[in-house]
């Protein structure tokens, strides 16, 4: 499978390693805005602008969400040109060959990522075109799953919620350890088990603490320990949100 990967921010990066690890499939070129004609360490080549010439099975877009209607003119005519976001209609690609693979997983640059372990939510204008993004995730070594863009806006929607904001708290958390001169540390196997025990039981079942106890005279001394009014306004919120829940 010949592919052509464009863009080369943090997605884009671990794409990258995961793409040269596979034999069956030939990195055709890194097209990176601004970089200079040159080869990788392993030899692939990095340019700026997409060989119009060896036409590549897929254009695998891992840009930024607002580049993706400009960036998917670029590859050759009849080409199909998939994005990679969770937040993007399908129909931003204004052609008649486009897709979607969208992989469930947050990327950071110094994570190690297994992408065999990510689900893949998949999505194509053409029927035939999922042969190919089904090939993809069978040769990355992972499971893909059909998704339309009002479910994967969702699910993205669904996957902020989880990630993004609960890493927001565990900063938050991160500054109350070390103004008492505690280790995050600490919180680490907590968290672990917050995890784990989703394997078991629904995330409503899994819910402890002060808040769906009513425990109010907990609640109250938490609230007069945070010294931060932002911080204060969020744990009465989220109490609030838990309390209405369990009613």
């Known amino acids: 499978m010949k592919i052509t990967l464009i863009g080369n921010g ?12 596979i034999g069956q499939i030939q990195l055709l070129e890194w097209v990176v805005r601004s970089e200079k004609e040159c080869k990788t360490p392993e030899g692939i080549l990095m340019t700026n602008k997409i060989n119009q010439h060896e036409i590549s099975d897929i254009y695998l877009l891992a840009v930024s969400d607002n580049s993706i209607k400009e960036v998917a003119k670029l590859p050759p005519n009849d080409s199909l040109v998939v994005h990679t976001s969770g937040a993007i209609s399908l129909e ?6 486009a897709g979607v693979f969208y992989p469930i997983q947050t990327f950071s640059e110094e994570s190690n990522i297994n992408f065999s372990k990510i689900p893949i939510g998949i999505e194509s204008k053409q029927i035939q ?40 708290l565990f900063v938050e958390a991160d500054i109350i350890c070390k103004q008492n001169n505690l280790s995050f540390d600490l919180l680490k196997p907590l968290l672990k088990e917050t995890i784990e025990k989703l394997n078991n039981l629904s995330p409503e079942q899994s819910q402890t603490g002060p808040a769906i106890r009513n425990d109010s005279e907990t609640i109250s001394k938490h ?13 009465k919120v989220l109490t609030s949100a838990i309390q209405e829940c369990n009613d």
């Open 223 to 235: 609230i007069k320990l945070i010294t931060k009014n932002r911080l204060k306004e969020i744990y």
């Open 10 to 21: 943090k997605l884009g990066k671990h794409f990258y390693k995961v793409l040269i690890s």
């Open 129 to 168: 075109d999922l042969i190919h993004l089904k090939k993809l995730t069978k040769l990355i070594g992972t499971k893909s799953f059909l998704i339309n863009s009002s479910q994967r806006e969702h699910l993205h929607l669904a996957a902020v919620l989880v990630n993004n904001f609960t890493n927001h």
């Open 92 to 97: 931003e690609i204004g052609r008649d060959r």
